[in-house]
Nanobody
Framework: QVQLVESGGGLVQAGGSLRLSCTTA????????MAWFRQAAGKERDFVAA????????YYADSVQGRFTISRDNDKNTVYLQMNSLKPEDAAVYFC???????????????????WGQGTQVTVSS
């Protein structure tokens, strides 16, 4: 059973920062594209950010571009999401996702990812 474990969520005031982490037992970690999605109550699960297997390519939703940064440490089997200048509309459950690296896939699509974590709650107070 592949496991992705998110951590780092919590309550933060608008304008504040949080860093989410996702650790996985998948090996080799460097062969997986990784992404973060989020789902607010009553809404669809939306793309937030993605990073290619080697870290050379990153992608962001327009709504978080310039505020969020995705990164990965292949030695620690961990992907991060640094979230700055948080807004109330960023509040959601954030999910980590992974997919075996292959060519010709859109890393922004939910359907690209086979493996998902359980999510971590991010709450932003105004």
């Amino acid at each position: 059973q592949v496991q992705l474990v998110e951590s780092g969520g919590g309550l933060v005031q608008a304008g504040g920062s949080l860093r989410l982490s996702c650790t996985t037992a998948q090996r080799p970690f460097s062969s997986y594209n990784m992404a973060w999605f989020r789902q607010a109550a009553g809404k669809e699960r939306d793309f937030v950010a993605a990073i290619s297997w080697g870290g050379g390519s990153t992608y962001y939703a327009d709504s978080v571009q310039g505020r969020f940064t995705i990164s990965r440490d292949n030695d620690k089997n961990t992907v991060y999401l640094q979230m700055n200048s948080l807004k109330p509309e960023d509040a959601a459950v954030y999910f980590c996702a992974s997919a075996w690296a292959s060519g010709g896939v859109d890393l922004r699509r939910r359907e690209t990812y086979r493996y998902w974590g359980q999510g971590t709650q991010v709450t932003v107070s105004s």
